[in-house]
T-cell receptor, first 114, second 118 residues
Framework: GQSLEQPSEVTAVEGAIVQINCTYQ??????LSWYQQHDGGAPTFLSY????GLEETGRFSSFLSRSDSYGYLLLQELQMKDSASYFC???????????????FGQGTTLQVKP | DADVTQTPRNRITKTGKRIMLECSQT?????MYWYRQDPGLGLRLIYY???????NKGEISDGYSVSRQAQAKFSLSLESAIPNQTALYFC?????????????????FGPGTRLTVL
């Protein structure tokens, strides 16, 4: 089976840096994605890592270590608007290959305080 | 205009009623998905469709059915609604580009339907 673990809540102050970790267990692996969801809103895609290393997009970066089955989302220069839930996700996999589905973690609620 | 739309946005219904949630997209994507979100449980896949002739069950398909009427339309039905189906429902689309391209995993979500079953 496949499972993902991420912390349920993280709190940080405006202007700080915060890291949201995600560990995964999968029988096959094609990449780790991150999504952001503001309260009650639609999830939106943030980043995708297929290979080891750091991907940077503005204030957000995402890291992957396939050997450790681990990734993280790094948010820099936190702003109040970054208060949201963040989900990691991996592609589903069966013995016959990539299912094309995403399996989501349970989400991390980030609260940014003034 | 929104690329992925869902109707209705909110619905309150009674136990035993049949209800349909509709999703339309103008992105031209072949792949469409229905998810359910409950507090603390993240997004769980109900059904997904890779094209009009291909429909697959997700993690939690019991009590639900779907119809892919066209490339752009994917509807979710609750044949006999029950209170534990009260949740936020999202439709999503994606474009298969193959291989390890980063765009493969980008799903585009609709605004959601908040369903309450009394």
């Amino acid at each position: 089976g496949q499972s993902l673990e991420q912390p349920s809540e993280v709190t940080a102050v405006e202007g700080a840096i915060v890291q949201i970790n995600c560990t995964y267990q999968t029988s096959g692996f094609y990449g780790l994605s991150w999504y952001q969801q503001h309260d009650g809103g639609a999830p939106t895609f943030l980043s995708y890592n297929a290979l080891d290393g750091l991907e940077e997009t503005g204030r957000f970066s995402s890291f992957l270590s396939r050997s450790d089955s681990y990734g993280y989302l790094l948010l820099q220069e936190l702003q109040m608007k970054d208060s949201a839930s963040y989900f990691c996700a991996v592609r589903g996999y069966t013995g016959s290959g990539n299912t094309g589905k995403l399996i989501f973690g349970q989400g991390t609620t980030l609260q940014v305080k003034p | 205009d929104a690329d992925v739309t869902q109707t209705p946005r909110n619905r309150i219904t009674k136990t035993g009623k049949r209800i349909m949630l509709e999703c339309s997209q103008t992105k031209g994507h072949d792949r469409m998905y229905w998810y359910r979100q409950d507090p603390g449980l993240g997004l769980r896949l109900i059904y997904y469709s890779f094209d009009v002739k291909d429909i697959n069950k997700g993690e939690i398909s019991d009590g639900y059915s779907v119809s892919r009427q066209a490339q752009a339309k994917f509807s979710l039905s609750l044949e006999s609604a029950i209170p534990n189906q009260t949740a936020l429902y999202f439709c999503a689309t994606s474009d298969f580009s193959g291989g390890r391209s980063g765009r493969v995993d980008e799903q585009f979500f609709g605004p959601g339907t908040r369903l309450t079953v009394l």
